[in-house]
């Protein structure tokens, strides 16, 4: 038993010391080059804790965790530890309720008011033009959220499919229609289509005792450690906590275009509606659950999240078969991103 162990061990051992990125200029970046990067850069942007997977040519090349859940008391990060995966609980959420549009279950462009009608909003009459392809693609004229409204109720900003904004209640909206359509909650709905069958056995829609000893701790520009958000309910919009380690198995699924037919996969990651030069920075448009940019590397499909104290990023190439995902634990995390998507995939 023990000499097993110990080959185990050396066998492991020898996979991580072999680790390497391949950018997309064909240079190679050691695991080692790649480690000392992330630290330098952490430290530089004051991020305590970063969980990474990068994918080359359709294979999981590098998957490491780093710093401190708490940078206080700790302990050290690890592939069990749970991140707040903000806005890139969307994506995942998309490509479950894919299933439904598979399924002949619902259709992208009905008025979702046919199959659930909604109080919150019926004092409106446009929310009837509401689409699930206009929730997906951001263009259902919903805000962000209601509580940033004076009167914290929800409202309607302009006529729904005239143009793009971003809002997190457009997929609140979607979720409570999922559970009317096939009596499942969205947490239990995205565990049997998504999480079981791509063993992602450290992801959640809805808090559990489980993730108390799991989670880390959000921190503030300053530093400073901050109260963990334990959500309530289930939030398909900003709700779900996992990691690189679980979530590039989802983004593998994505690229693969595994269980979702041809033609929905195609919705998907068709440019839906063109964004404001404003967003210029992150995408060009947006399909449904998905951003899309045409980069100086190529094309890519990619979304990013913030919660507070916590900021993520994924980015899937089709093309190349490659991807990169990283969730951190601080609310300047997505300021290191372009330095590490530079030395990832760029090879700058």
């Known amino acids: 038993m023990k000499k097993k162990w ?5 066998i492991a051992w020898t996979i991580a010391a072999k680790a390497q990125v391949t950018t997309v200029k064909g240079s190679v970046v050691s695991g080692k080059e790649l480690d000392s990067f992330i630290t330098i850069k952490m430290q530089q942007y004051h991020v305590p804790g970063l969980s990474i997977a990068v994918v080359n040519n359709d294979r999981i090349v590098y998957d490491k965790s780093f710093g401190w859940k708490d940078k206080i008391d700790g302990p050290r990060v690890d592939s069990n530890s749970l991140f707040e995966a ?15 549009i598979d399924r002949g279950i619902i259709a992208l462009d009905t008025p979702l008011y046919k199959y659930m009608e909604y109080p919150d909003i019926s004092h409106d009459v446009r929310y009837k033009l509401i689409t699930a392809r206009m929730v997906m693609s951001h263009t259902s004229g919903f805000p962000n959220w209601r509580w940033n409204n004076k009167d914290g109720k929800l409202d309607i900003k302009f006529t729904p499919g005239e143009r793009f904004s971003y809002s997190g209640e457009g997929y609140e909206y979607l979720g409570k229609i999922l559970k009317k359509l096939t009596g499942m909650n969205a947490e239990a709905f995205i565990r049997q289509e998504i999480f079981i069958p791509l063993n992602m056995t450290n992801s959640y829609f809805k808090w559990t005792s489980i993730e108390d000893s799991l989670t880390t701790i959000g921190h503030d520009t300053a530093y400073v450690s901050q109260k963990k958000w334990k959500p309530e309910g289930v939030s398909v919009a900003s709700g779900l906590h996992t990691n690189a380690h679980d979530y590039v198995k989802f983004v593998k699924a994505v690229m693969d275009k595994k269980d979702v037919s041809r ?9 839906q509606v063109i964004l404001p030069a404003r967003y210029s920075s992150f995408a060009d448009a947006w399909g449904l659950g998905f951003g899309l940019k045409q980069t100086p590397e190529g094309p890519v499909i990619n979304h990013f999240g913030v919660n507070d ?22 609310e300047k995390g997505l300021k290191m991103m372009p330095e590490l998507r530079d030395k990832i995939v760029a090879g700058k």
């Open 309 to 330: 104290y916590f900021e993520c990023y994924m980015e899937i190439s089709e093309d190349r078969k490659d991807a990169i995902v990283v969730f951190t634990n601080s």
């Open 263 to 271: 033609i929905t996969w195609t919705e998907l990651m068709k440019p």
């Open 86 to 100: 903000a806005s890139l609980s969307k994506p995942v959420f998309a490509y479950a309720f894919a299933r439904l």
């Open 6 to 10: 110990l080959l185990f061990l050396f």
